[in-house]
């Protein structure tokens, strides 16, 4: 994670012939320059990376980091781009985008699947449960991918990816490959020691109950649905709730008790349907959702004395420093 403190010089966008795509030793797809990356956010903010890849099997990804370790740049990881927001200068380096990266293999007799990082949590909430197995109805309304939910501690429903996780396996920046049970990445609340220490997700085993009705898990699946498009807002992009929930308090209460829903800067809003959403609402910068947020923690803060935490994920370059906001 990088957190600009100062003001960085953006990264400069160039013109159609410098952003030819290379080709590096070992990969089967190239890497490309300067590519936008607000698109492949759920906020739908943000400035490019400076050099982006797309792997289709691990060993791309093995050939990226040698390459960018060889070229001294940083990498940085791109899942399903939800819970994140991408500074406005965009992010130094290589981003690598696990999006195609989406194989499973499942056990009848274990009840283990095994999936790879780029895996939608919602497909593979459907699938899981189209099978009859329990213990993963809760990801279905999370918009994320199987790697960022194994880095995050992704959760509802009063479980998360920890109570199911039976092992990662990650590769370290120097190309080394682990197997990692859960107790050896200190989870808790949201967070992991996989967060920002450079090592990239490339698979997951999950371990669910099998044996159960397919229509009764089905059915739980689609309440957890109906429940999360209930109570948070789904017509514009946001990146997820944006605080932890300060125990035993719930962050969009305090928010909404503070009187800040429909609270603006220029594009960003904080939700009126949950407080703690901040909702892009045409045309916001990442600087707009910084300034609402140092906003909000400084109001629930003079009020509550209670100091509100981000769940969301800050990478790259920022216009304006974001310091008090994290």
């Known amino acids: 994670?990088?957190?600009?403190?100062?003001?960085?010089?953006?990264?400069?966008?160039?013109?159609?012939?410098?952003?030819?795509?290379?080709?590096?030793?070992?990969?089967?797809?190239?890497?490309?320059?300067?590519?936008?990356?607000?698109?492949?956010?759920?906020?739908?903010?943000?400035?490019?990376?400076?050099?982006?890849?797309?792997?289709?099997?691990?060993?791309?990804?093995?050939?990226?980091?040698?390459?960018?370790?060889?070229?001294?740049?940083?990498?940085?990881?791109?899942?399903?781009?939800?819970?994140?927001?991408?500074?406005?200068?965009?992010?130094?380096?290589?981003?690598?985008?696990?999006?195609?990266?989406?194989?499973?293999?499942?056990?009848?007799?274990?009840?283990?699947?095994?999936?790879?990082?780029?895996?939608?949590?919602?497909?593979?909430?459907?699938?899981?449960?189209?099978?009859?197995?329990?213990?993963?109805?809760?990801?279905?309304?999370?918009?994320?991918?199987?790697?960022?939910?194994?880095?995050?501690?992704?959760?509802?429903?009063?479980?998360?990816?920890?109570?199911?996780?039976?092992?990662?396996?990650?590769?370290?920046?120097?190309?080394t490959v682990q197997t990692l049970r859960p107790e050896a990445l200190n989870y808790s609340y949201r967070t992991s020691d996989l967060q920002g220490d450079g090592r990239i997700v490339l698979r997951a085993t999950f371990q669910l109950r099998p044996g159960e009705d397919a229509t009764q898990v089905k059915a739980r699946t689609n309440q957890h649905l109906k429940q999360r498009h209930a109570s948070q807002p789904y017509h514009r992009p946001s990146c997820g709730s944006v605080f932890r929930n300060p125990s035993p308090h719930a962050a969009g209460w305090l928010i909404e008790q503070a009187g800040l829903k429909g609270y603006c800067v220029g594009g960003a809003c904080v939700a009126r349907e949950h407080a703690n959403f901040i909702l892009n609402c045409g045309n916001a910068t990442a600087d707009d959702v910084v300034s609402v947020m140092r906003h909000v923690r400084e109001t629930v803060r003079e009020r509550w004395d209670i100091e509100l935490k981000p769940e969301v994920k800050c990478l790259g370059e920022f216009t304006n420093s974001i310091e008090g906001c994290w």
Not at 68 to 74: I, P, R, V
Request: aromatic share 8%.
């Open 1 to 175: 994670m990088t957190l600009s403190r100062q003001r960085p010089s953006p990264i400069v966008m160039t013109d159609e012939a410098d952003r030819s795509p290379i080709r590096i030793l070992g990969a089967k797809c190239p890497v490309y320059r300067q590519i936008p990356l607000a698109k492949m956010t759920t906020l739908r903010v943000g400035g490019p990376a400076q050099w982006y890849f797309t792997p289709r099997i691990s060993d791309d990804i093995y050939a990226a980091m040698a390459w960018a370790a060889s070229e001294g740049f940083t990498v940085t990881l791109l899942g399903g781009g939800s819970n994140l927001l991408i500074g406005d200068g965009g992010i130094a380096g290589l981003v690598v985008s696990t999006r195609y990266l989406r194989e499973s293999w499942f056990d009848e007799e274990t009840g283990q699947v095994t999936v790879s990082a780029g895996f939608p949590l919602p497909k593979l909430a459907w699938q899981i449960a189209d099978r009859g197995w329990s213990g993963f109805e809760w990801a279905v309304g999370i918009p994320g991918t199987v790697g960022g939910a194994v880095v995050m501690n992704a959760g509802a429903h009063r479980s998360c990816t920890a109570d199911i996780l039976s092992s990662v396996e990650v590769v370290a920046p120097n190309g």
